[in-house]
């Protein structure tokens, strides 16, 4: 199962059998270091106060800011020390049990190439901004670092069984749009809103998208979209939180999961634990590609 149209179905010419290819790092050109120093910066600007304090100690432990796109020789050696991770480049999107493997391993597939100067806002595939900058942090985190590693062996085993569709729910709701509630109020950790200037303050801000509570069967069962900023997020209360509720076995989850139906992105359920009811404004308004 891919949502994405640009997945390639075997290793492209100069990649190895599993995916992986040289950084290259001397290769990239000008205009790539300076594309990576300004949406680091942009980000910058927007996320003290906004992510959540996790994301950014991990930020400033792997000194991401050095100019120019890192260079994975050095950046490798201190998230490793930290967590046992390295970072690895792949050609784009790949398979889900390539991507899996790579996971339970702790290795973190990431994209070589970085996205063009006239798409700095939006782009569907992942580049290595978003790979980098939005998830490698979480990574240095000792929880979610296990965390990783836990749901690239549930991917395996979810794959096996037919349910990869409600697994890459989960993922999708934590890993790249989750939202933490911290002390000091609602945090990002998600790496797809925290590469993602816009969305960083449309998830906390915007009045639109419903902020509901995590709750792991709910999430599994709830659809999602990949085109434009999310109708809901969920808010977990700590990595240690999340981490102890997936070390459950999902086989009896799955079983229960087969006999209900999917939750639709806008749908509030009575039993959920409501932080923000949205009005959900921007999406009916057409989002992303209203005039
Ligand atoms: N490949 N490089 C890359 N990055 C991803 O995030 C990714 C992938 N392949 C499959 C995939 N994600 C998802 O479909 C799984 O989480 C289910
Ligand atoms: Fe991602």
């Not at 910058?44 to 020789?73: C, H, Q, Y």
Request: a negative charge; aromatic letters at 12%; proline letters at 6%.
């Amino acid at each position: 199962m891919s949502d994405f149209e640009h997945v390639f179905e075997k290793p492209p010419e100069g990649a190895a059998a599993d995916w992986t290819i040289p950084q290259d790092w001397t290769a990239y050109s000008a205009v790539e270091h300076q594309t990576w120093d300004t949406l680091y910066a942009r980000q910058m600007k927007i996320l003290p106060g906004r992510a959540a304090e996790v994301f950014m100690k991990g930020l400033s432990a792997l000194d991401l800011n050095t100019g120019g796109i890192p260079d994975f020789a050095v950046m490798n050696p201190k998230l490793q020390a930290l967590t046992g991770w390295t970072v690895v480049c792949v050609p784009g999107l790949v398979p889900d049990d390539v991507f899996f493997d790579h996971l339970a391993n702790r290795r973190f597939p990431s994209g070589q190439f970085i996205r063009k100067p006239d798409q700095l806002d939006y782009l569907q595939e992942p580049d290595i901004f978003h790979d980098v900058f939005g998830h490698v942090p979480m990574l240095s985190d000792p929880d979610f670092a296990d965390y990783m590693e836990a749901y690239g062996k549930g991917g395996q085993r979810a794959a096996s069984l037919g349910m990869l569709q409600n697994l890459a729910r989960l993922y999708w709701y934590t890993v790249e749009f989750g939202l933490m509630q911290e002390a000091d109020g609602l945090r990002i950790y998600g790496a797809g809103i925290v590469s993602s200037a816009t969305e960083s303050v449309f998830s906390l801000e915007d009045p639109s998208p419903n902020r509901l509570g995590f709750e792991l069967e709910r999430v599994m069962r709830t659809l999602y979209r990949i085109d434009d900023f999310q109708q809901v997020y969920f808010v977990i209360d700590s990595i240690e939180a999340l981490k102890g509720e997936t070390l459950k076995d999902f086989g009896p989850i799955y079983d229960r999961l087969k006999g209900q139906s999917d939750i639709g992105i806008e749908q509030i359920q009575p039993y959920d634990r409501v932080i923000t009811r949205g009005t959900q404004d921007y999406a009916h308004k057409g989002g992303r590609f209203a005039a």
